[in-house]
């Protein structure tokens, strides 16, 4: 009997070391197509013939899905079923990339991108709520997370390698294609591997909730596209993002009459999950910043191809694999809060580092200690921050938990993009010396080091309110 119930066990500790490689391989691909197509646009415009406004919109149709319809598909997760709405995300995903892969046209293009975004919507918020309930245990959760977030962020920083690999030796068109067998080996091994899960209780989906919370979702991330591309007191940027306030606080007294609301309010208030959303929040606004800041820099100003400037990204991988190694291991030692103030005030001081590269420095003395210190701090904030912010989910809404982490992510990247390069770019333009390098460089600098207070700030935050707000039990200690 005893032999019987050990060999149970270590099947079931077998499947979901499976399921979570299978989970983790479609993260990969999901975060991989948040950045493959930017060193392929110049060859997507000459063969489709993108006009310059038009070819945005190959990226921007991408996040305005994704960001919008995050929240949507979270909760329905929960009511549905995580691994239905996993699946259906992934078969609908891994069909929009191909109709990318495809395409004739320049609408057939930003039409696939679109549904790509909407498929993404729907897996990656039920991945992550499926991985929060398959590892229950708050030391196994955060090794579990670390390995996600570890794989995530390889598909974030290899994107640009593959993406100028594939377009260099191939077509663009494979940057999309590639993604077809994942998605076929994630929907055949899955339904094996994991049971489905929902809320315990039966409930209806909150339409009206929905409505208005996906609307003000698009709206804010269309207005904060907008505004990257031309000012924050453009009327396409402002009407939007004024809209997204009003729905946003329709939304609140909507919700707080229903019966069963898309998200409860007592879900955003409980406290210990707000302060580390709030955080991921600021986070989020530095380092999708910093990343888009950083690229088009060591291009621009540091003279570095698109492939080179793609490898320059590797070291920041490793950085963040050593970090997210480690993360587990300093809230064990240390406590949450003391393990996520110490890395964010190293992810600072790296972001320090960086905004001090010259126009004529190498890439070791210059550009690589930077990067590194940058990535160890990243590393050791994302699995910490996740542990935070599912901390308290349930059965009943551990997709919904999922959802609004991610919306938080995209749309704190969002704001920082939209607000970090027009401070740089304002820096730049500001400056009346001689030589278009030294201006810019200033720029960069100049919003690096806003981007290294924002993540102080989120220090400052978690030191002051995490401690206080009290996680339920089984949370490693603040």
Known sequence: MTSVATTAGADAVGRRGAALVVLCFVQFMLVLDDNVVSVALPSMRDDLGFGAAGLAWVVNAYFLAFG?????????????????????????????????????????????????????????????????????????????????????????????VISGALTGLASWRWIFLINLPVALAAVVLLPRLVPESRAGRAARLDVPGAVLGTGALVALVYGLLRAGESSWGDATAAGPLVLAVVLAVAFVAVEARAAEPLVPLSFLSFRFRAVANGATLLFSAAMYAMAFLLMVHLQTVLGYRPLAAGLAYLPYGAGILAGMWLSSRAVARLGMRPALVMSFLITAAGLLL??????????????????????????????????????????????????????VQQIGGAVGVAMLVALATRRRDGLTVEGSQYAATEGFSFALVVAAVLVAL??????????????PEGTPDV
């Not at 057939?108 to 918020?125: C, D, I, T």
């Not at 003395?365 to 994302?382: E, H």
């Open 354 to 407: 960086l905004s001090g590269v010259a126009p004529d420095d190498g890439y070791a003395s210059g550009v690589l200690p930077g990067m590194l210190v940058t990535s160890i701090g990243c590393g050791l904030s994302l699995p910490a921050l996740t542990v935070a912010a599912l901390t308290g989910t349930t059965e009943e809404n551990a997709g919904l938990g999922s959802a609004v982490l991610s919306s």
């Open 458 to 471: 989120g220090a400052a935050v978690i030191a002051a309110l995490l401690g206080r707000a009290r996680p």
């Open 68 to 160: 919008g319809l995050l929240l949507l598909f979270g909760r329905m997760a929960d009511l549905l079923g995580r691994r239905r709405v996993f699946l259906t995300g992934v078969a609908l995903f891994g069909a929009a990339s191909l109709v990318c892969g495809l395409a004739q046209e320049p609408w057939q293009l930003v039409a696939g991108r679109f549904v790509q975004g909407a498929g993404s919507a729907m897996a990656s918020p039920a991945a992550l709520a499926l991985i929060a309930l398959l590892f229950p245990g708050s030391a196994e959760r955060a090794r579990a997370f670390g390995i996600w977030g570890g794989i995530a962020a390889l598909g974030g920083t290899t994107g640009l």
